[in-house]
């Protein structure tokens, strides 16, 4: 079992930066691969990122390639999103979420933070 709380969301101003944190319960952290997803008001769920339990490897969707990073440190059970040069359109709670095996679906979701970027 893994318990994920995210943090670090809040209200930025176009072009501005946030870095979203999501601490995670249990000694079996470095085994799992992490994601991030976030969910704008009346839309799906959408991908934004992903990094493999070691961390070497790490994916971005479209959107967010270039101005986001995501990165963990499995030494302090970890994943963070650094989000730049945000946009309006990136308003949406964030999750991040949390597999066992690569190409299944998440196992554990954690509440969600909200981020609103304003124009």
């Known amino acids: 079992q893994v318990q994920l709380v995210e943090s670090g969301g809040g209200l930025v101003q176009a072009g501005g930066s946030l870095r979203l944190s999501c601490a995670a319960s249990g000694r079996t952290f470095s085994s799992y691969a992490m994601g991030w997803f976030r969910q704008a008001p009346g839309k799906e769920r959408e991908f934004v990122a992903r990094?493999?339990?070691?961390?070497?490897?790490?994916y971005y969707a479209d959107s967010v390639k270039g101005r986001f990073t995501i990165s963990r440190d499995n030494a302090k059970n970890t994943v963070y999103l650094q989000m730049n040069s945000l946009k309006p359109e990136d308003t949406a709670v964030y999750y991040c979420a949390a597999r066992g095996i690569v190409g299944t679906a998440y196992d554990y979701w954690g509440q969600g933070t909200q981020v609103t970027v304003s124009s």
């Open positions: 990094i493999s339990s070691g961390g070497a490897y790490t």
